[in-house]
């Protein structure tokens, strides 16, 4: 089936790092535009940041420049997330997606990131 998980979210103090991973199956992934998005409770789902088909170009939220990196790995149908310097209010349910061909949509399941000390 086409499907995205999420791993690697989890409790973090202020100003540590975690890394997302996001594995990708039952489509060409490598064809397949990729984005990292987050929703906070009471808060609307934002762009964190995306990555091209194959990869050459990346975007990010403002706020997240400069701490944030995301990369993804074809051989692997792997797309990750580098978190730095975390904030407490960045918080919230970290979730994968995919852009495919002809405009098709895939989400994963989220995973949950807690910045607190």
């Known amino acids: 089936q086409v499907q995205l998980v999420e791993s690697g979210g989890g409790l973090v103090q202020p100003g540590g790092s975690l890394r997302l991973s996001c594995a990708a199956s039952g489509f060409a992934f490598s064809s397949a535009s990729m984005r990292w998005y987050r929703q906070a409770p009471g808060k609307e789902r934002e762009l964190v940041a995306g990555?091209?088909?194959?990869?050459?170009?990346?975007n990010y939220l403002d706020s997240v420049k400069g701490r944030f990196t995301i990369s993804r790995d074809n051989t692997k149908s792997t797309v990750y997330l580098q978190m730095n310097s975390l904030k407490p209010e960045e918080t919230a349910a970290y979730y994968c997606y995919a852009l495919r061909v002809f405009g098709r949509e895939v989400w994963g399941q989220g995973t949950q990131v807690t910045v607190s000390s």
């Open positions: 990555i091209s088909s194959p990869g050459g170009s990346t």
